[in-house]
């Protein structure tokens, strides 16, 4: 039986969302299984990693807004977490100095969260 890159990274993936096998563990059992498997190790943890960053972004960027500006629209949450890391940085920026909601989105399109 042959499992395929993908295949095995999303097994990689579920692994170590649900285990509690620690991740050094897991990395030197894909290393164990050779170079293709550690590399595909590493390539999962990184973009899990990456995801839980900008997921905490996102907590942070919406949590900021609704303690300045009170209740959030129920647009607003949903372009956040559909946003780039960039774009909730540059949000998370503006709202530090903004007076209004509006201020923080300014230049979206038609999508725009603003209420």
Do not use: C
């Amino acid at each position: 039986m042959v499992i395929t890159r993908p295949a095995f990274a999303a097994m990689l993936a579920y692994i170590e969302l649900v285990s509690e096998t620690p991740a050094e563990e897991l990395r030197d059992l894909a290393a164990s299984l050779g170079p293709d498997a550690k590399e595909a190790y590493v390539t999962t943890a990184e973009m899990l990693r990456a995801e839980g960053a900008t997921g905490a972004l996102v907590e942070a960027l919406i949590e900021g807004l609704t303690a300045k500006f009170g209740p959030l629209p129920d647009n607003v949450p949903k372009t956040v977490h559909a946003a780039s890391a960039d774009q909730i940085r540059a949000w998370n920026a503006r709202a530090m100095t903004a007076k209004t909601l509006d201020e923080v989105f300014v230049g979206q399109q038609d999508n725009s969260p603003r209420p």
